[in-house]
């Protein structure tokens, strides 16, 4: 220090935006000292992260003056291959003119062989929105590989879910079970909370075959083997169910607990909620025309008929003989075989452990009842003096959903938390703003191929949500529609597509090969993608025409990314995005939000440093290129530029012309003093600007409970626009939606139809229960061989791939390790420190152990996306990360065989979902050979020829002494 | 401890430097009372305080590479009252000054007699020099030993014996060059130099085998349950917070097999000890004296280079405790 | 005398690292500054920190604990690293008892750090003088920021709230109410240091579930005539007792 009390020289300017370190989307203080960022700091007024920040988000300023960063439009050069990186510099007028020119030939003749992919961006609402205009049909974002099995088990069970749309009440809760989470999207907000909740005395339960992070503090650590979560929860259900545990008050009139299923095997309606005649209209609402039997009257009336009170349990005879069973009666059926010591044999854990965890919950949830002073009036009228809350909360992600009978647990895990009454309640699972959406939400994509039209906007919405056969997105043959398959028999509830396969599919031409591909803020030639040696050759991958010209099978590969990153070699354009201190967003509810259980939020960015470079806001691009092509929104009717720039769209756009909705909800109306819906506002972004960026609507307390079923709440989230209808959405303990498909499959019904070769994979996993099944590709593994489960975390200090060229980031996790079981290792000989080949069915890399006493014994694991590709991120090509890292994807397949002795190949993912089965893999270890140990062989496997740095990057220093525009 | 060549050259080349100073004021007091012949001044203590003062240039200069900051070495005297660093550097040049003088006062033969102590002995400049470098030399040997010895917890230095090491093993390597350098400059003392060099090699060997017994059996008194504050019988580092390394992996672990670390142990023992004795006790006798004196002192340093690097090596930190694992 | 320190709160801290980096951001371009980064995209990278976390698993499965564990400087009321320190370069405040290295005066001996027994200095290998946490003096006092700012930026980060500052010799302080209370305790007591910096141990919340509230009068397995009980054939004392 010069001197003890010297405050460093003052800060000149302090500016507010949203960091995007990740996708948690907090307030962020940038002060800057001669332009120059000099510290980043969270903000206290910001309701997500209430001044605290991470150490991705502290490390910002490492991420805007990287040398890794792009700052000039580039073509591949004439002849290069794709992926030697050989890049020459162009004009953004050349990139826009030959996108223009591309692009609009297809559009015009056959707009699906463009394809849009978008990674862990968080403007979907817009990209989606451009295809959609665009009029392709092949769109996906990041959530198909990621979580989609949260977020249709869950919204397909209760209307919202885990992830953005939903989350634990820790405020109140006692209990807190954290199920397969290690770090999350409510990054600081989640950290927050859980210290709270652990210093107020709440006790917290890890479900997890790893204990790190958030484990780590855990009262009790529970090690599960991977992938079998369902065993354990249908197992919990089952106790609570022997025990009595449930909250039967709830379930009777929140969910479909009491309602009749018409369970004559030989009738076409078989396992379908017998329906009054009351006639009723078609809409995106679930009526309210199923029975009951009451208990009063011992007949069937009428759901929620004042005075009535259903049987949960039992068999009745409809008067035309028809026998019926309540719905909860049949998940007391499913669960009657599902013991506490069938699960301990799967799960691994001991049978005293999961009854102690099913009493713990019940006993909980039924004796540490909260009554908050709150009055509201229910759907069907009744007034309640009380919100009553059951204080058990859990929390899953990815350890739950990353597996293909994720969507099945997931749906276990729902009901769990709709048996012990906490759904949307104090203390347990809370709802976010727009949710809770009906069952299912409303969007539908286009069901045939007549929705993909030459130089039209798709018909329909670009991602859906399907009710029935008769939703999905097929060909009359069955077939898909879209290159990924989505929507389609084989993945038919594919709700966020199926962007793992999209490259592979192309490359195949299954179903068919496109034109131009278009990849933003996806790295998909190295981290989220599966196969990835195999895919970087498909990249590449040359076919002859018929004059015998050699083009790429995949023809034209454009990539918008801000930095250096393994895809970015493959591209033949490449577009250089500015980074998020130097761009207008917006966090939009149209996307997934960042609202509060209070109450809707949303937020913006606002640049607080000149954009470097030539680099252009990926937005900015969207709108001149929507603009170029004419697509509708873009353009006047006679087809002139609507939008000025990307800021001035976000003010004015509206989904329809006068609907008042747009991306932004806070400060509508002409002078900003209408919320949610209202006329555009010139000075939305000054609003914004001047309160810390964004915009907190908090409910009245009597709206902030029950509001699947709250009628306080439905009409004013109708009244808002937020939702169509007003209807109550109750929670599905039994599916009718899953049992549609597999009617469909047993060939009955008046919808469509499964291909032949998919009818079984329907009927089988299309169950309106809950089951247990081992994964798809342990059914087509020999576990003796490889007798592993592999998995990743994420490391709480890094994103994804995009940290490693972050100074201090990289300090933290310059290389990984595969972590092993002590016990586990040692049977091998294998010691802490050595060199082994971690090796599955499909792909093998060589890497280094660490024991560890924190992890399940037939599970290892590593940190995710730590491994690069030598010389990517401009990094040296002797960095540790490519030399001493490894990337567990290369031991993933996109694809695996249907069964062990079968040709056909599907995606490796849910069946139901698409989601992809990251965690589903299963390997084998052993050392290295003797003479692979010699000091020069000490690198990890697989190895690629190194990226060099681009025309116009920034060299590397070799020694950094950051100041922050002070002068040294 | 990661063993830092400066240091390591720095007191090894002093050491020698103070025990060459002993040395030559030991001939000279065993002059005075007739116990020896005088030697030629200008020879033997001229040229050998110059070779001490060349000793202790080499070592000044090699300390400076051990300072990030060598351009404000001066400031390095301010705490003298309560850092043995700060002793020494003002020792050190006292030290030195007073070698120069001592040096100098007997080349230019200077020597009128100032008092006259009652046993009738003459008291001459020479004399007073000798005696405040002999003190000066104790004190830069206490102070150097202190600068490791007072440091609590770097519990193989915590000892008296890393001061008495530092005096016998400067000594010893001081009087066995002094031997070798009478070889030219004095003939008549190489015995009386030998015989010293080999009297203190011996102590030598006692006092340093007997703090590498103790330090065999050293129990460490900080352990991973009171460096995390955790009391569990299995405790186990899975990562220190970075990988790439940083100063407390460069400064506190050498980095060496333990078998390298053997190796050095007994090669310094063998060739601070038996190797110079032998050379030593030969010399005294045989008529190649010169060369076999020399190696004495040649060996004898290179061992206590490898000493001083096992003085370090050995050295277990506590803070070490808390680097054991990347992840 | 004040005596400023962190106590560290291990029960709840999850290891994310955020007083890492928000420490280094916060100094690097502050008085403190900078803190530089040797071979910052090459290999083995590596750079001047004042805070390090680290991790520990505790016990065998399955009975482990994962502990995080930071650390930066304790700022000892003892401190070992100051009287060794031959420039004065090292010195401990009276009036807060904040450890501090005066850079222009420091030769970069590193003596200092070989008197600390917690590897709690870092050498800066660019301006080749000592650094260590300074505890944000830069911060702490700077009456320029609010009020609610002025705490080290590693405690304002922290997401959990792991990082309490405060004077420990202050009673009533948050700070010495939490060792009081949770336990808290110093590291390597054994040197008499006295490290300033205090830590909290893991604890743990369980529920005790009676059998008895497994079956509970209100059970709803009766209202669906479910609870189970013996079917009406089989044997009970009334087929063998008479009165
Ligand atoms: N083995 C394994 N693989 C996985 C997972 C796993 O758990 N295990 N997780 C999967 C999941 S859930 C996900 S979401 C994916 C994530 O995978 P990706 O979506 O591929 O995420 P990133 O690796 O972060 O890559 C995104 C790209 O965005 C770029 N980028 C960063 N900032 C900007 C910007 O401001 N603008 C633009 N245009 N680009 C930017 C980065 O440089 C990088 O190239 O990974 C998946 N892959
Ligand atoms: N710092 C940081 N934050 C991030 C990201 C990041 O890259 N870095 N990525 C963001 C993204 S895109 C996403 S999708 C989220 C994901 O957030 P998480 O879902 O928390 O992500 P993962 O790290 O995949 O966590 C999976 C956890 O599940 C465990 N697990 C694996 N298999 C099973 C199983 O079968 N059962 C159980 N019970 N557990 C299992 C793993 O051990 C791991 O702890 O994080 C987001 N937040
Ligand atoms: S959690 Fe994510 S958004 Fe929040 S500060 Fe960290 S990186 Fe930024
Ligand atoms: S922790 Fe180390 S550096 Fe800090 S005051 Fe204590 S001894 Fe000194
Ligand atoms: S390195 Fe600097 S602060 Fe440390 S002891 Fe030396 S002069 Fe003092
Ligand atoms: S108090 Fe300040 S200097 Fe010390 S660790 Fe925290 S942020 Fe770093
Ligand atoms: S910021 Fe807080 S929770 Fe995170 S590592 Fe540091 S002390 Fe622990
Ligand atoms: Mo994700």
Redesign the interface.
Known sequence: ????????S?VQEVKNTTCYMCACRCGIRVHL?DGVV?????N?DHPL?K?????????G?MKQYS??RLLKPLKRRAGAERGAGDFEEITWDEAFATLAERLGRIRATDPKKFALITGRDQMQALTGMFARQFGTPNYSAHGGFCSVNMAAGMIYTIGGSFWEFGGPDLDRAK?FVMIGTAEDHH??PM??A??KF??D????ISINPV???????A?E?V?IRPGTDGALLLAIIHEIIA??????EFLVRYSNAGQLINVSSTSDEFGFFVRTDIPTEEACYEPQDKLWWD?NSDRPVVTHQAGADP????EFKLADGTPVKPAFQLLHERVKDYTPEWASQITGIPVEIIR?LA??M???A??QKIELPIAWTDSWGNEHETVTGNPVAFHAMRGLAAHSNGFQSTRALAILMSLLGTIDRPGGFRHKAPFPRPIPPCARTPNDARGVQPNHPLDGMVLGWPSDPDDLFVNADGSPVRLDKAFSWEYPLSVHGLMHNAITNAWRGDPYRIDTLLIFMANMSWNSTMNTAEVRRMLNDKVSDKDGNEEFKIPFLVVCDAFHSEMTAYADLILPDTTYLERHDVMSMLDRPISEFDGPVDSVRIPVLPVSGDCKPFQEVLIELGTRLKLPAFVTPTGERKFRDYPDFITNWETEPGSGIGFLAGWRGKGGEKFLRGEPNPNQWEMYARNNCVFHYELPKSYQYMRNWNKGYLEWSQRHSITRYAEPILIHLYSEVLQRFRCAAQGKGLTRKPPEHLKKRIETYFDPLPFYYDSLEAQVTDKHKYPLAAVTQRP??MYHSWDS?N?????????N?L?V???TARQQGIGDGDWIWVESQWGKVRCMV????????GTVWTWNAIGKAAGAW???P???ES?LGFLLNHLISEELPVSVDSARRISNSDPITGQAAWYDVRVRIYKVGADETAPGLQNTSPQFEPMKPYPGMKP???????????R? | MHPAFSVIFLTTLIGAAQGLFLALFTVQSYAAFKLLPPPDAHAFYGQGSLLALALLGAGLVASFFHLGRPERAWRSIAMWRTSWLAREVIVLPAFVGVVFLYGLAHWLNWHPVLMTLPGGLPVDPSAILGVAGTLLAFALFICTAMIYACVKFLREWHSSLTVINYILLGGASGFSLAAAFAVLSAPELVSFLAGWAAIITLLGLVSRAASLHRNARLQPKSTLQTAIGIKHPRIVQKAQGFMGGSFNTREYFHGQPVAVLRGVKWFFMLAVFPLPLLFLLSGMQGGGAGGLLAAAFVVQYAGLVAERWFFFAQTNHPQNLYYQSIA | MMQLALVIDLNVCVGCHACVTSCKEWNTSGSAGPMSDQNPYGADPTGTFFNRVQTYEVGEFPNTETVHFPKSCLHCEDPPCVPVCPTGASYKRKEDGIVLVNYDKCIGCKYCSWACPYGAREFDEQQRVMKKCTLCVDRIYDTSMAENDRKPACVKACPTSARLFGDIHDPESAVSQAIRESGGYPLMPEWGTQPSNHYLPRRKTRIKIHLDELERADNPLKVDHQLPRPAASEPTLDDVVTW
């Open positions: 220090m010069q001197a003890a009390n010297a405050s460093s003052p000292r000099r510290y980043i700091d969270g206290p992260n001044g605290v920040i991470c150490a991705k988000g502290s490390s300023i040398p890794a209990l990054s600081n950290k927050i859980l210290s652990r210093r005395g709440g006790r917290f204990r790190t992070g958030y484990s780590a503090i009262d650590w090690p025990t009595g545990l449930y909250d039967r208990r049987y949960l349990l039992g102690r009493h713990e019940g006993v909980t039924r004796d709480m200090a060229q100074a201090w980031l990289r300090q933290i996790h310059t290389h390790y972590y079981n002590t016990r660490r024991h560890s006493e924190a992890v399940e014994p401009n990094l040296t002797d960095a540790n030399q590397r220093s070799g020694i950094l002494a950051f100041l922050g525009g002070r040294k």
